[in-house]
């Protein structure tokens, strides 16, 4: 195997866009090895003694020991961890579940206004979250709530506790509501572009065959847009995963995320580098595993063989 | 097995109106084949049979009742489509087995099922294979396997063999009429092609501009077209179509045109009903014939332009004051390009056509 010799400077680009990709995971996984005064000094570069401090810091409560070092547990990454989780998986499999079926019916169904809302969904899409903010809080904390003499929210307020009203803030619907409605519209995007490509005829030929609208759907269109919905997947879980705007705000000391636990390990008197490190290594892995796994169902050419040669 | 009847179907998009009327009935296990050029219609008569397209007017009936407003799940009829459109993500076996599937049938049943249409059609050793994997012949037959694995009396062919190469799509035609003599059911078959449409139909059905042109068996469409449309499209290398005027020489009728002066049959001039007036004439290029000593009254003296060689026969491309003729010869009679002789045409071969309407004489 012959290659072509390359210009050095491509290969200097090269290691350049390399070393700006990996060069910060690298310094954090090192990082959250350390002491916080190997951190500091900045003098050791990458020599330096090993430790797991900062893990069983951040791991304290759902470590089965107590580490010598802490005296008090204050980090709840495991319960953190949980919420970033249901957060997550919830809000990326309802955004999926709507989506799919808003784009399905984007594409095939001619309703009066379509295009309107095909380009609406899109427009809505380059609103900042950040604008979201302020009337969503305000919304959540006192339009979308439950009378807590009333029945339903009597109720919650009995079994879970709690003062006042029973409201969405601080609750994990109200941050999976909020990112559901902030992902969707890419969604309905993306896989618009999937099912234009499904054949029509695929369609004809199934109901021919004896399959309802529903059948149609669930078993001839959604197998084919399997790569639109892994790619759809991806997206809205990393972003549902790392978003911290609207998670600091609308969510309390028992639904808060693993991005805002991190921010809380900042105070005014120390910034706890080691353990912020660490809390970030543990962050990054269950994306990386989902994305692992939503990759494999992306696979070109899932249409290849249905249509003419 | 169920006759079909169209009864004044009427298709509009919006304000164009597509289909103006059909009506057509098609007997018990009858072959018929709807046939036309892009955009007469054919294709949409057919899905409207389907029920994938509305019907804006009239009705089908299928054993007396109508069905124009059931969905095409309710109507009991398989269909093989054009671009074949398998399902990309089932192999071959649960492709064919998808409708039984959907109805819930007995696992044994189906098993058995698949396994006899995939032997109808040779694909026996291709049912876990996904359709990405099979070359177009087989796709085909996947396509017609899934049909015939409904067991449903109407089968409905949307130019089933136009995505095939030429041999392919010979063999898969001739496979088609043996499989025809196999399966008693009413098919429907929709193509371009006027060679697949005189091969297997029972009945054509030439359709064009959103009308029925005229039906028939291919022999009664071949020999006695009712119009000019008609004529020319049936038959390959496609009939002469040459102005003429009528008019009586000495007690004959003649087709006079220029630098040709054929004499109709007696039997012919009778049932014309008129001695004079503008017609088109309809030759057949096989029913020209090399024929030096040919009379004047029975010939016509063509100037041999290009000899297209086909194998047994050539198609002679000639030119006459100003028009074109091709004829249909054997490729052993002795042609010289260039020079200009003389073609007898049989008399039971003219065809003549009012030139202003375009209907057979």
């Known amino acids: 195997m012959q290659y072509d010799r390359q210009n050095p400077a491509f290969y200097a680009l090269l290691v350049a866009l390399i070393f700006m990709a990996v060069g910060p995971i690298v310094l954090m996984f090192a990082n959250s090895f350390k002491l916080d005064v190997d951190i500091i000094s900045g003098s050791s570069g990458l020599l330096f003694l090993p430790t797991i401090q900062n893990y069983e810091t951040a791991l304290c409560d759902i470590l089965w020991y107590e580490p010598d070092h802490l005296d008090f547990c204050a980090l709840k990454f495991g319960g953190a961890f949980i919420n970033s989780l249901i957060i997550a998986l919830v809000s990326t499999v309802l955004t999926l579940v709507i989506g799919c079926m808003a784009a399905y019916a984007l594409v095939r169904f001619r309703f009066m206004g379509r295009d309107t809302a095909s380009l609406t969904t899109l427009l809505v899409r380059m609103v900042p979250p950040a604008v979201l903010l302020v009337p969503v809080f305000g919304l959540w904390n006192n339009e979308f709530c439950l009378d807590k003499d009333g029945l339903i929210g009597g109720y919650i307020r ?28 890419f969604v309905i995007w993306i896989l618009q572009s999937f099912i234009v490509q499904v ?48 998670a600091s705000a609308l969510s309390d000391r028992n639904t808060k995320t693993v991005p805002i636990l991190i921010v809380n390990n900042t105070s005014e008197f120390n910034v706890e ?3 912020i490190m660490a809390t970030g290594m543990l ?23 249905a249509v003419k040669g | ?68 407003h059931l969905d095409p799940k309710d109507r009991g009829l398989a269909m ?28 044994a049943e189906i098993e058995a099922k ?79 092609d006027q060679i697949e449409a005189m091969t297997l139909a029972d009945r054509i059905v030439v359709m064009h501009g959103g009308y029925i042109q005229q039906q028939g068996t291919p022999e009664e469409l071949f020999k006695r077209p009712a119009n000019k449309f008609v004529a020319g499209f049936l038959g390959s290398p496609p009939m002469n179509f040459l102005d003429a005027d009528l008019q009586d020489q000495g007690g004959t009728l003649h087709a006079v045109g220029q630098g040709f002066s054929i004499a109709l049959p007696a039997s012919k001039a009778q049932a014309l009903g008129r001695t004079a007036g503008a017609v088109t004439l309809g030759i057949r290029p096989s029913d020209l014939n090399f024929d030096p000593g040919a009379p004047d009254a029975a010939a016509f003296d063509l100037k041999v332009q290009v000899s297209e060689y086909i194998g047994a026969q050539s198609v002679l491309v000639c030119q006459t004051g100003g028009a074109q003729v091709t004829v249909e010869l054997k490729s052993e009679t002795p042609i010289a390009l260039g020079e200009t002789l003389r073609f007898a045409v049989r008399p039971e071969g003219l065809h003549l056509f009012d030139r202003a309407t375009e209907a057979a004489l």
Request: proline letters at 5%.
């Open chain 1, 199 to 246: 054949p029509r005829s695929l369609e004809e030929a199934a109901k021919v065959d004896g399959a309802g609208p529903f059948q149609v759907f669930f078993q001839i269109v959604l197998p084919l847009i399997k790569p639109g919905l892994a790619a759809a997947a991806i997206f809205t879980f990393r972003i549902a995963w790392n978003e911290y705007l609207l």
């Open chain 2, 80 to 107: 093989v489509f054009q671009d074949y459109a398998l399902y990309p993500h089932m192999d071959v076996a649960r492709n064919i087995s998808f409708a039984l599937r959907l109805q819930k049938r007995p696992k």
């Open chain 2, 1 to 68: 097995m169920p006759e079909i009847r169209l009864e004044n179907l009427v298709k509009r998009y919006g304000n164009v109106q597509v289909l103006h009327g059909i009506d057509l009935a098609m007997a018990e296990n009858e072959f018929t084949v709807l046939v036309g050029p892009s955009g007469c219609g054919k294709s949409t008569t057919l899905r409207m049979v389907a029920g994938l397209e509305n019907v804006s007017e009239g009705e089908i009936y299928v054993d007396g009742t109508p069905i124009s």
């Open chain 1, 273 to 275: 580098w080691g353990v």
């Open chain 2, 114 to 192: 698949v396994r006899e249409v995939a032997d109808i059609v040779g694909l026996t050793e291709f049912l876990h294979r996904k359709p990405g994997a099979l070359s177009g012949g087989q796709r085909q037959r996947v396509a017609m396997a899934r049909a015939l694995a409904k067991d449903s009396g109407i089968f409905l062919f949307d130019e089933p063999l136009s995505n095939l190469d030429a041999k392919l799509r010979g063999q898969m035609r001739a496979e088609l009429a043996i499989m025809r003599q196999r399966v008693q059911k009413n098919m429907i078959y929709v193509t371009h």
């Open chain 1, 283 to 305: 962050l990054a892995i269950p994306p990386i595993i989902f994305t692992l796994f939503a990759s494999r169902q992306i696979i070109t050419g899932m249409t290849a063989g």
């Open chain 1, 158 to 185: 009995d079994t879970f506790g709690g003062r006042g009203d029973v409201c969405l803030a601080g609750t994990h619907s109200g941050i999976i509501l909020i990112y559901v409605a902030m992902n969707l519209p």
